[in-house]
């Protein structure tokens, strides 16, 4: 799917070569009043031609395109966004708590970059230095990850357990807190769609587009935001993780954080970010395939099980999205199936604050049919 597929697709150049090649001969035709054989050695000329002036109206197309939203890419569309005063998202580190424990009450400094591992070369150092009383035997002190991005989100409490730099008296480490917040750097079709909601940045964020506009900013992880009023003066914000998830408590701060601000947020709100609930549903399914295709199963199979895997993906990437069988039938007979019984889910009308969250899945193959 192309971004912004509700708008038609542009053409700055003709690039079909049997078009060119057409225009060329034509062309040499009228100036020299001569027809060109099939085999004539101009018209072999002409069409070895033909492959550089379709490589040549390629690079025109593209570069023309790379000043539409539509099409722009990497930092093309960084220069568009700059016009609105848009900047893309970098990558953040991922972090977390550590608890360093020693074997005897001294006072001991645990100096800042003092790093951990959980023996994977992922490493996450402390931010700070932080100081161990005479007379206990445990300190807490944030951490981050050393690399950027998704790869330090994750780690459970007591997986970051390996001194990486040796203290004296330490005798253990471990993470109090499971590690995230970590993003990516913002990929273009995220950062085009930021791009083009930016106008609802002109206002404070007053207007429930504007708050969606700044939430989206805080986090590459943020795929879909609800933004609501229970009354008057009370702003809640409820985002979800483009993975269909629900937010950690780091993300929700930074949404907090960022839609909070004095120059974003009216004065007379109250904002509160909080995580959506989910909604969960069973899906209980048989398929049959067509005894026309016997020699195909195995292969049908297949894209019937991912089509039911995409199906999940697609229930859960938006918040208030209803619960809808049809489109696990949809989805199954477009991958081949020639019927589809739906047991589990049924219909179900979801809230704009709540997410659709598979539980259980059992899809049955029921055998080959005719007719």
Known sequence: MSRFDFLPDVSFANKSPQQIEADLIANY?????????????????????????????????????????????????????????????????????????????????????????????????????????????????????VSVG???????????????DPLPFVQSVSNVTESGGGADEEDDDSYAERIRQAPESFSVAGPSGAYEFWAKSASTLLGDVNVSSPRAGVVEIRPLLKTGEIPDQTILDLVAAVCNDRKIRPLTDQVFVLAPTQKTYNIEATYWIDTD???AVTAIQAKVNQAVIDYQLWQRAKLGRDIDPSELVFQMKK??????????????????????????????YGGLESG
């Open 293 to 295: 295709k016997e020699s």
């Open 150 to 164: 998704v790869i330090g989100n994750g780690y459970p409490v007591g997986k970051l357990n390996q001194l990486v």
């Open 29 to 145: 035709e009228r100036e020299y009043r001569k027809p060109l054989a099939p085999a004539d050695p101009v018209r072999l000329f002409i069409k070895s031609l033909v492959p550089f002036f379709v490589q040549q109206r390629v690079i025109i197309d593209d570069s023309a395109k790379q000043n539409l939203l539509k099409y722009a890419r990497g930092k093309y569309l960084d220069l568009i966004g700059i016009l609105l005063n848009v900047l893309r998202i970098l990558a953040t580190k991922a972090k977390t708590t550590i608890r360093f424990t020693l074997s005897t009450p001294v006072s001991q400094i645990i100096p800042k970059g003092t790093r951990v591992t959980a023996g994977d070369n992922v490493f996450f150092a402390t931010t700070v230095d932080v100081t161990v009383t005479s007379g206990e035997t445990k300190v807490e002190v944030k951490a981050e990850c």
């Open 335 to 364: 991958a081949g199936a020639k019927r589809v019984s739906v047991t589990s889910p049924v219909f179900t009308t979801l809230t704009e604050s709540q997410v659709a969250k598979e539980h259980t899945v059992n899809v049955v």
